[in-house]
């Protein structure tokens, strides 16, 4: 079966570093996706991690460990513009789509 | 990336009748995906729509209830019938690139009364 596990809430300040985590069992496995949605918003993407490893993008950067069935998103000076939405999404070997998690809320204070 | 559009933005409907949600996309594309979300909730995959075949269901979602239509590599119809209150939602279509990039269209916000 599959199941996703990633934190429903969290609360972190501006310029604060936050990390949020996502562990995954998928059949058949790809890549993990992270997508960000704003309230009314449609999601968007973020970050493809295939191979283990970090991928540095600006101040957002994502970590896999596939032996592990982890990841994680790692959001560095945080702005109130971050509050949002987050979902890790395993692709899995079916036609490639995508599973998303529940999302992890993030509230960025001043 | 592509740029997707889907129509209506919103609708309200009575229940037992059906609405149809059209997505277009600006480039041409192998698989588009119909998700439904409820406010504060996850993306549910409802089913995967490719050009000339007909589209694979989750579980949980039938092609009675579900109908999808995918005349083209640009565009795809998704029609929610007999629709009941349980059926209010956002309806989101997706394609996904050769980059494993989802991009999403701005979603439709349907109320059934």
């Known amino acids: 079966g599959q199941s996703l596990e990633q934190p429903s809430e969290v609360t972190a300040v501006e310029g604060a570093i936050v990390q949020i985590n996502c562990t995954y069992q998928?059949?058949?496995?790809?890549?993990l996706s992270w997508y960000q949605q704003h309230d009314g918003g449609a999601p968007t993407f973020l970050s493809y991690n295939a191979l283990d490893g970090l991928e540095e993008t600006g101040r957002f950067s994502s970590f896999l460990s596939r032996s592990d069935s982890y990841g994680y998103l790692l959001l560095q000076e945080l702005q109130m513009k971050d509050s949002a939405s987050y979902f890790c999404a395993p692709e899995g070997t079916n036609a490639g789509k995508s599973t998303f998690g529940d999302g992890t809320t993030l509230t960025v204070k001043p | 990336s592509a740029v997707i559009s889907q129509k209506p933005s919103r609708d309200i409907c009575q229940r037992g009748t059906s609405l149809t949600i059209q997505c277009q996309v600006d480039?041409?594309?192998?698989?588009m995906f119909w998700y439904r979300q409820q406010p504060g909730q996850s993306l549910t995959l409802i089913a995967t729509?490719?050009?000339?075949?007909?589209?694979?269901?989750e579980s949980g979602f039938v092609i009675d209830k579900f109908p999808i239509s995918r005349p083209n590599l640009t565009f795809s119809t998704l029609t929610v019938s007999n629709m009941s209150p349980e059926d209010s939602s956002i309806y989101l279509c997706?394609?996904?690139?050769?980059?494993?990039?989802?991009?999403f269209g701005p979603g439709t916000r349907l109320t059934v009364t």
């Open positions: 480039s041409q594309v192998t698989m």
């Open positions: 998928t059949s058949g496995f790809y890549g």
């Open positions: 729509a490719n050009q000339g075949s007909e589209a694979t269901y």
């Open positions: 997706s394609v996904e690139d050769t980059g494993h990039e989802q991009y």
